[in-house]
């Protein structure tokens, strides 16, 4: 190990060293994105001591408040499901317990806006009756086959787009 690499891995984390001139705008953008990602951290901060109580922090909690614990893109679930002779949905992993949990993935917001239209999935009232039963306001299902198989799924590489 070089004397003077707790200095370089130190300067890249802290910022010590300028950047080089070529790269300060860059430098510049990424040390912004840092200021509002704690910015944000700071609005959700949590009172420990206070537990779960309203005064626990600077917000009131409400219905439409969220407190992210991850500062990355939205995501949306989407639920592998196969119709049965009846037409209704049915979970890819066939168990007893959590069996929807279990056929449940999450993909970027951006992913599945530009991907959706690819896939098979159920009209809009029976995406309606699944989101209700489920309690999963904004879940969304794509269609497989009964052995799990799709052009845009496989067992072995997942939901492809």
Known sequence: MPDNARALVDGVYEQKIAAPAGLQTISDVAFGKVLSQRSVAA??????DLGYDREAS???WDKDREFSTRLGEESV?????RKDIDGQLRPLVDEIDFCWEK??????????QKNSGTFQCPDEETLA???KRHHRPSGQVVLV?????ASYY????????
């Open 58 to 60: 600077d917000f009131l």
């Open 145 to 149: 086959s009964d052995a799990g198989e």
């Open 129 to 131: 009756c699944f989101r």
């Open 77 to 81: 679930d989407v639920y592998l499901a």
């Open 43 to 48: 609005q959700n901060l949590l009172r420990y």
């Open 154 to 161: 496989s067992k072995h590489f997942g939901l492809v787009g």
């Open 103 to 112: 056929s449940r993935l999450s993909v970027r917001k951006s992913w599945w």
